[in-house]
């Protein structure tokens, strides 16, 4: 038998005041997402090829390199939440589970910092 109230038994239980923000973040990111990508989708179809020479004119516009950069940085970012979900709620083992988000945070900073470098590298020129 406990002393606490029944408040006091739930204090700390459930919610952790998170899942509605990483859940509008989500959503948030594949509605971005859908229209950075009909964006990048049509731009292709109206290149006139698909040559180093095209797509690095291309990608030296200032608004298709900001275009870019944004799909990039907003691709990782819905990844990066989706991954997130799967191992909080399929990886039981509590250390492994902080080492694993740790671990896939790093990755996907290491590939957004890849992916606008390799837009602003091609978009500069070499």
């Known amino acids: 038998m406990s002393?606490?109230?029944p408040l006091g038994q739930v204090m700390g239980l459930g919610s952790?005041?998170?899942g509605t923000g990483h859940w509008w973040s989500q959503r948030v990111s594949a509605l971005a997402l859908l229209f950075l990508?009909?964006?990048f989708a049509a731009e292709?179809?109206?290149l006139e090829s698909l040559?180093?020479?095209s797509l690095t004119t291309f990608m030296s516009s200032p608004v298709n390199a900001v275009l870019l950069v944004l799909l990039v940085a907003t691709l990782f970012f819905h990844s990066l939440l989706g991954i997130?979900?799967?191992i909080e709620?399929?990886?039981h083992h509590a250390g492994?589970?902080?080492v694993v988000l740790v671990l896939i945070k790093f990755a996907h900073v290491l590939a957004v910092a890849l992916g606008v470098y390799s837009v602003l590298r091609v978009g500069f020129g070499a």
Do not use: F, P, T
Request: aromatic share 12%; proline share 0%; charged share 15%.
């Open 84 to 86: 997130q979900v799967v």
């Open 89 to 91: 709620d399929y990886v």
């Open 3 to 5: 002393l606490k109230s």
């Open 51 to 53: 040559g180093y020479q």
């Open 16 to 18: 952790a005041r998170g």
């Open 44 to 46: 292709l179809i109206c």
């Open 37 to 39: 990508g009909l964006w």
């Open 96 to 98: 492994l589970k902080v």
